[in-house]
């Protein structure tokens, strides 16, 4: 299949999924994952109406943007991001949904009040605990909201998370249910340049069991471009 039949049965699927679960598809913001796929595909998605890039690489984000692939389009960063790539990344993308530490918001905030603009961010949240996953643990977020309030440069506007996959979940626990709480709990609190607006979760595999749960912008890769090329 195409990239842009691909890109109209995804939003189907979300259209569908919003409705079972009461809500607007409008309300429902799809993330193109584009990682691993070059500058030519993401084009082809942004004809098929794709309005938001999600990329996992700064390095990737920066080559492919030079190239003009998300003019016109939104820009996410939803990979893990180094602090000693903060300095390229503040101003160039929309959004940088991989927040997971007090020391990395305060490292985006400084250079983004350095250059004069305010950088929304996504606080990105281990919700499994797992030792191999990026993101930080439920209780320390409210800590990094703390740090927020005193950021000038950085405006939080919800939550990521990337929970187990079914693998590292026998216990079937509903991740998405505890994220959508925390998302609820954080949202009744106040915390100065933080709106808790967006939650992100949900990928090719379990995005519409997302959309049920409460998420408001899920980030879908391979069923769009297909399955990645890791030799390449
Ligand atoms: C690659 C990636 C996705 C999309 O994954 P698919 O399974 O290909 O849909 C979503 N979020 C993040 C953070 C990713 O790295």
Known sequence: MSVEENVKEIRERIAGAAARAGRDPAEITLVAA???NPAEKVIEAKNAGITVFGENKVQELLGKKALGAYEGAKL????????????QIVGQCDVIQSVDSQELLRLIAAKAESLGLVQKVLLEVNIGGEESKTGACPDEIRAILDAAS???GVSVEGLMAIPPSVEN???KTNYFAKMYQLFVDI???KYDNVTMRILSMGMSADFEEAIREGANMVRVGTSIFGARNYQV
């Open 187 to 189: 949202s009744a609190e």
């Open 76 to 87: 996410h960063l939803i990979g893990h991001l180094q602090k000693n790539k903060v300095r």
């Open 34 to 36: 584009s990682k691993m």
């Open 169 to 171: 979940n026998p216990e």
């Open 150 to 152: 005193g950021a000038k």
